[in-house]
């Protein structure tokens, strides 16, 4: 394949993708754009990208290929500048945001041809510095084509994409919404809100601090994630998300009266059924929410044991995104937590310190 393709914004999905258009399609050229110009530089500097243009409206007239990697209310923005160029007579222009029926209804009325697109992959690390060509492997990458997108295109996209290593899959923006409206959009709101109500709550109980350490800093990590970008993904997709968002207030209700009159029966059948739920769910598969890959390790309290375990990671040249101890106190076993890149990284860790070391480890 021989294109020249524009990728615009270039943090962790758009120099990530750069990253595996280049090991696919090495005839490609890439130009780069982005609103800092340190990225730029760094794009240029690093090889990300073969050429970074004077403005986004030059390198975008010669593109055969342009792919907006930036938040959703940006994309909209980038579109509308796009039908006032004279661009290349066959340009196909696709995205990377997390909602898509906003986008794909701006677009399908602009004078190119433009097909929705989702990686459906993150980090906990942001910017061009963090890029990974490994980052979609094995992770869902959406298409939202319309009933008037040429077959053709999507196929040419998917084969510009064949280096993510991802799985494609096609659906209307409209689908695509609602499931991610379910499954990641009202899940991030969930956590958030139970650490903004859990803080309010530290005003009364201030020890409450000190014992959400554990379970429940696990259980809201996705609260972490960057408000400017989900403060778009809600604004974007706030009619499914009020919807669902209504449905969990409906069935809270119902929980609280099962409370108020003792419904044993009810609240044990509650449980039970989410826990045979969960349990069926795919277990070594990527979704809509980035997986933590965690290893847990029980380890004594003695001088030198997490230097030992991270040197042994290191022989084989594994990178931690993140160390914690979740408990350690004198004379006892505690427990180190490591979180990986991704699942290979976390079962050769796992295979490293179980063969080389007298310490249990395991993964949730």
């Avoid at 945001?97 to 942001?126: C, D, L, N, R, W």
């Avoid at 380890?299 to 995104?321: H, M, N, Q, R, W």
């Amino acid at each position: 394949m021989q294109k020249n393709v524009l990728i615009v914004g270039l943090g962790l999905i758009g120099s990530s993708l750069a990253s595996c258009i280049k090991g696919a399609h090495p005839s490609c050229v890439l130009y780069g754009w982005d609103y800092l110009a340190e990225t730029k530089a760094t794009a240029l500097k690093e090889g990300v990208v073969d050429r970074v243009s004077a403005s986004f409206e030059e390198a975008a007239c010669l593109a055969d290929i342009i792919i907006l990697a930036v938040p959703v209310k940006t994309s909209l923005t980038y579109l509308a500048t796009l039908a006032t160029l004279p661009l290349r007579e066959n340009v196909l222009v696709t995205d990377t945001g997390s909602t898509k029926e906003e986008i794909v209804s701006f677009a399908i009325q602009q004078p190119y041809t433009f097909v929705g697109g989702h990686p459906m992959a993150g980090s906990h690390k942001s910017g061009i510095q963090a890029r990974d060509e490994h980052l979609f492997e094995e992770a869902y990458y959406i298409l939202t084509p319309t009933q008037s997108t040429d077959s053709e295109q999507e196929i040419v996209l998917r084969e510009l994409l064949k280096g993510t290593r991802a799985k494609f899959l096609s659906m209307s923006a409209s689908e695509h919404d609602q499931i991610t409206g379910m499954l990641s959009h009202f899940p991030h709101i969930v956590a958030a809100a139970l650490v903004n109500q859990a803080d309010h709550f530290n005003l009364t109980y201030p020890r409450s601090k000190q014992l959400a350490a554990g379970g429940f800093r696990d259980i809201t990590r996705i609260a972490s994630s960057d408000p400017q970008m989900w403060t778009d993904i809600l604004l974007s997709n706030h009619d499914v998300l009020v919807e669902r968002i209504d449905e969990w207030q409906a069935r809270m209700s119902i929980v609280r009266e099962w409370l108020i009159h003792g419904n044993t029966a009810a609240i044990y059948d509650f449980f039970e059924r989410a826990r045979d739920t969960r349990e069926r769910l795919p277990i070594h598969q990527k979704g809509s929410i980035p997986a933590f890959y965690d290893l847990f390790i029980d380890i004594p309290d003695s001088p030198g044991i997490i230097g030992e375990v991270t040197s042994l990671l290191g022989t084989a040249s594994l990178s931690l995104v993140n160390l914690r101890i979740l408990e350690t106190r004198e004379e006892i076993i505690g427990v180190l937590q490591l979180s990986f890149k991704n699942q290979k990284d976390q079962c050769i860790g796992q295979q490293l310190i179980t063969a080389n070391t007298p310490y249990r480890c395991w993964i949730k």
